[in-house]
């Protein structure tokens, strides 16, 4: 059974970054698409981004645009989401999630996020 | 972006209860790319529906999806304990933004 094992709780200053790890434990890497989720307390979800390592697409919400790295180490099976400049508005819990994606004819098909990290809680605070 | 919202925002519910949830879509979406994840206090989302009305082998048979186009529904047939939650739909697919809907808390009446 896939496992995607989250790097541990952060607390950070407004404008400082922060960067999650998200490691596979089993499965073909290089073909998921690694996505990151997060949820501010009380709320709903929010997708982030993602990165597919098979087709070298690297995608986030327009929301994000600038502040976001999505990243993904093969060799290790591991994800990352770097978020920068910090703020208030960015404390929340944050989750890896994984799609498989397979070739078809005509492109690809993605299947939904099926196995969920454990959720990194990112706490900003002066 | 496709905008997803979901109605109602909150279902009271009894167990033994037929629970209905709507997702209804800003615009047209393929069915193969719609959805249905649970998420419980403290834990992360766990899917269970995808491709609109397909159920993972895990997931009981009590949950059923269904619908196309612009208008998405979720069924839980007879409500069990477990089942209070808090529920999202979910479009997905080749083109981001992926989205979800604002989520229907189901919750003990």
């Known amino acids: 059974q896939v496992q995607l094992v989250q790097s541990g709780p952060e607390v950070k200053k407004p404008g400082s970054s922060v960067k999650v790890s998200c490691k596979a434990l089993?499965?073909?890497?290089?073909?998921?698409?690694m996505t990151w989720v997060r949820q501010a307390p009380g709320q709903g979800l929010e997708w982030m981004g993602r990165v597919i390592p098979i087709l070298g697409v690297v995608d986030h919400a327009q929301k994000f645009q600038g502040r976001v790295t999505i990243t993904a180490d093969t060799s290790t099976r591991t994800a990352y989401m770097e978020l920068s400049s910090l703020r208030s508005e960015d404390t929340a819990v944050y989750f890896c999630?994984?799609?498989?994606?397979?070739?078809?004819?005509?492109?690809?098909?993605?299947?939904?996020?099926?196995?969920w990290g454990q959720g990194t809680t990112v706490t900003v605070s002066s | 972006e496709i905008v997803l919202t979901q109605s109602p925002g909150t279902l009271s519910l009894s167990p033994g209860e037929r629970a209905t949830l709507s997702c209804r879509a800003s615009q047209s979406v393929s069915s193969s790319y719609l959805a249905w994840y649970q998420q419980k206090p403290g834990q992360a989302p766990r899917l269970l529906i995808y491709g609109a009305s397909i159920r993972p082998t895990v997931i009981p048979d009590r949950f059923s999806g269904n619908g196309s186009g612009t208008d998405f529904t979720l069924t839980i047939s007879r409500l069990q304990p477990e089942d209070f939650a808090v529920y999202y739909c979910h479009h997905y697919g080749d083109s981001p933004p992926w989205t979800f809907g604002q989520g229907t808390k189901v919750d003990i009446k």
């Open positions: 999630a994984r799609a498989t994606v397979t070739k078809v004819f005509g492109g690809y098909h993605y299947y939904a996020m099926d196995a």
């Open positions: 089993a499965g073909t890497f290089s073909s998921y698409c």
